[in-house]
């Protein structure tokens, strides 16, 4: 099955619809009907047909927009062929293959380093979330992510044989759909289908016992049967969900998974990544600082000797950085080509910038030259303290100069964080560099000012959220009052914040508990914060678009990525936002409220013949008494009070907060109106056999009085009515009185006025 979904997708879907439970009861139970020659009484053979034509043509659309939308979306691997750098489709790339690799990237296919320096996360390989520094010859394995550095390798296995396929594989029987309107759906029915074949038969004994002929006995059995089962319920709930993302697809919104719909209708906590979805993700340099306080908002074309050293430093630095993010593509744009402040000569390593150590820089053999936040540089108080005073409305970042000697200080940023499987652990702060010495003596050249470009709709979205009993949280990489200020500025109301670099011994519980804002905040602490969210018992959404957010995108209920951010996070992500636009998200779970809303009031109606159906049943298997329905009459109350209003309720604007009310659905409305059609037939047949009542004055009886009961119960889950609902109300009474006094409708259902 699983050959078949791969290589013939829309095959799949077709025999997965078709190829039911529901619909093998109903061909047997049509088949019996036609055995003995009611061929009219197997309507409900049509309905079952059109019930699986539309989930079909449903999720096919969805399937095709969705495959369109991916291909749009998909990484497109780049591939040396020629001695030219080319794009492919990950289809095209074949074995021996040299694929150029840089931040952000997925690692398609397992591969082995030719050229350059990366760093790795093997977290959903090897469940370490600590990155892995990857030189020539180390193997690169299928699955991971590229979080700094850029390189060639080259490909050694594809398809079936990379790691990641292998694994994906094994794991996909465990994979479950995250629903729990589906989930107690499902229940429901599993319990049905195990009472059908028991009650089926003893139905049928019955209904010889009592019936006069054959013909009835079978066509009132078939009709007890089909009552029992809700066949319209998770259909339904399949096409609303798919007609909700195609819906979604013509706003450019990617859903990967058709439950996640759900999830995020449910969410009631939102944590966004400041870059991207607060903020565009792109910043502009407001102004370069000395560290006598001089500052310059342009390069001069005639330095002084401070600034030289410190436009010289900040070049070289940005020279060496191969990958691009949006903090380097802002300096490079404020430092024009032409300038000239001369060269570093000498490098003998390069540090390229990830989201764990949040710096970059490179080595000679006298010195260390770095670029980051100033907490992660240096242990200088006085020089953090004098960097972040500078801070503001801004985000701040400074160049240091650590100059090497025989003397023992804090390591530099790589060698503080660096793990991996092939070379030493850091393991106190006395990790020599090439030639024996110890990093020390650190010296600020300078201090850069950028500014985030604020999405112009977030303040909108952000009162979305607080109308919707959303609680907005900001996880960020960023310094505290930089993120504090444009969170503020949004309007976020909490603006309790802490910086995590800061902070020993984590409880993580507590801080959910105390604060809304988070900063300095290392990709393994996003995960944690999610999962510590989740704990109190939060339906919790993420929202990212780089590397450094896919684990916790992964960790929580419901994951959204931004289109422009990296490959890596959208692959991981539920719902990606293919234009990059966070106004969408409101409309994502507008769309997921008003499926989820609409379906647990239509669940009702669907669950309440189900309800009385087994009743009556049971009462039938143990009762001698006439059975008052036959499967026509069934078809025709099937759809009139159930499918009919179940669809067009299902489909009507609702984005009220989810409340879980199918539960509640089925406990005031569901049983009460299954236990009352239960009765009422009950006592309509005793009195029937008491004075010898027609087979069509029986069910004709039994049909108002159960179209009544159903129409009470479409009031109750429509109101408050307005025009819609009440123009829904008036179609289902002619819908059902046309059938009741057109005379050639009245015979075709075998009804009689003839009381």
């Not at 049967?225 to 709930?237: A, F, K, R, S």
Request: proline content about 3%; aromatic content about 8%; hydrophobic content about 45%.
């Amino acid at each position: 099955m699983q050959n078949l979904a791969k290589n013939h997708p829309i095959l799949h879907i077709v025999l997965k619809n078709t190829f039911t439970l529901f619909n093998l009861v109903n061909l047997i139970l049509a088949l019996m009907v036609a055995f003995v020659g009611s061929f009219k009484n197997m309507l409900f053979i049509f309905v079952a047909i059109a019930n699986t034509l539309i989930s079909i043509i449903n999720e096919v659309r969805a399937y095709k927009i969705v495959k369109k939308m991916r291909l749009i979306s998909e990484q497109k691997p780049t591939v040396l062929r020629d001695g030219k750098s080319i794009q492919v489709s990950a289809e095209e790339v074949q074995k021996g293959d040299v694929i150029v690799l840089s931040l952000g990237d997925q690692i398609l296919y397992d591969s082995v380093m030719e050229e350059g320096i990366i760093e790795v996360n093997e977290s959903f390989i090897t469940g370490e979330q600590d990155s892995i520094e990857k030189r020539p010859g180390d193997d690169l394995i299928s699955g991971s992510f590229v979080v700094a550095g850029t390189a060639k390798a080259k490909v050694i296995h594809i398809g079936e044989e990379n790691a990641i396929t292998k694994l994906e594989k094994e794991a996909h029987h465990l994979k479950t759909a995250d629903s729990k309107l589906f989930t107690l759906m499902n229940k429901i029915v599993k319990y049905i289908s195990y009472a059908l074949i028991p009650v089926g038969i003893l139905l049928l004994w019955s209904r010889f016992r009592t019936e006069q002929d054959t013909a009835t006995a079978i066509t009132s059995t078939v009709a007890g049967l089909i009552n029992m089962i809700p066949e319209g319920l998770i259909l339904l709930t399949s096409s609303v969900l798919a007609l909700a993302t195609i819906r979604l697809s013509k706003k450019k919104v990617l859903v990967q998974d058709l439950y996640s719909i759900e999830t995020l209708a449910r969410v009631d906590t939102i944590c966004l990544d400041k870059t991207g979805t607060l903020t565009s993700g792109n910043m502009v340099v407001h102004d370069f600082i000395l560290p006598d306080g001089a500052t310059f908002a342009k390069v001069p074309s005639t330095p002084t000797s401070a600034e030289k050293s410190f436009l010289k430093a900040l070049g070289a630095i940005l020279s060496t950085q191969m990958a691009e993010n949006a903090t380097i593509s802002a300096l490079k744009k404020a430092l024009p080509k032409t300038a000239k402040f001369g060269e570093i000569k000498g490098i003998t390593d390069v540090i390229p910038f990830s989201s764990e150590r949040k710096c970059s820089g490179f080595k000679t053999k006298e010195a260390e030259y770095l670029m980051g936040a100033i907490e992660f540089i240096t242990d200088d108080q006085k020089t953090i303290k004098k960097v972040k005073s500078y801070t503001g409305d801004y985000r701040v970042i400074a160049v240091v100069q650590k100059r090497l000697d025989n003397a023992h200080l804090r390591p530099s940023c790589e060698d503080a964080s660096k793990k991996s499987e092939t070379r030493p652990v850091t393991t106190g702060a006395r990790e020599r560099v090439e030639d024996g010495r110890y990093p020390t003596s650190d010296v600020l050249l300078g201090i850069i000012r950028l500014k985030d470009e604020i999405r112009k709709n977030a303040p909108e979205i952000i009162k979305y959220f607080y109308d919707n009993d959303i609680a907005p949280k900001v996880i960020s990489g960023d310094d505290l009052e930089t993120v504090r200020k444009i969170a503020e500025t949004v309007g976020i109301k909490d603006l309790r914040g802490v910086d995590l670099s800061t902070e020993k011994n984590l409880n993580y519980e507590k801080l959910v508990q105390n604060y809304s804002i988070f900063t300095r905040v290392k990709p393994e602490q996003k995960k944690s914060l999610i999962e510590a969210f989740r704990k109190e018992g939060r339906t919790v959404a993420m929202t990212g678009d780089g590397v450094n957010d896919i684990l916790a995108m992964k960790e929580a209920d419901c994951s959204i990525a931004i289109g422009e951010g990296s490959d890596a996070a959208r692959r991981s992500a539920k719902l990606v936002l293919l234009d990059s636009d966070f106004d969408r998200v409101p409309s994502i779970i507008d769309e997921g409220r008003q499926s989820i809303n609409n379906l647990e009031r239509s669940t009702a109606l669907f669950l309440a013949k189900t309800v009385y159906a087994t009743i009556l049943a049971v009462i039938f298997v143990l009762a001698p008494l006439s059975y008052p329905f036959s499967p026509i009459e069934m078809s025709l109350l099937s759809f009139a009070c159930i499918g009919f209003p179940g669809l067009v309720l299902a489909l009507e604007k609702n984005t009220a907060r989810i409340k879980d009310k199918f539960t509640y659905n089925i406990k005031h409305y569901s049983v009460p109106t299954g236990i009352a059609v239960a009765i009422s037939m009950l006592v309509l047949s005793i009195i029937a056999t008491i004075n010898d009542f027609s087979r069509a004055k029986l069910t004709t009886l039994s049909a108002i009085i159960v179209f009544a009961i159903d129409f009470i119960l479409i009031y109750k889950v429509s109101k408050p009515l307005n025009f819609f609902r009440a123009a829904l109300l008036a179609i289902i009474v002619v819908i059902f009185l046309a059938a009741l006094f057109i005379p050639f409708v009245r015979d075709f259902f075998e009804f009689t006025l003839a009381f």
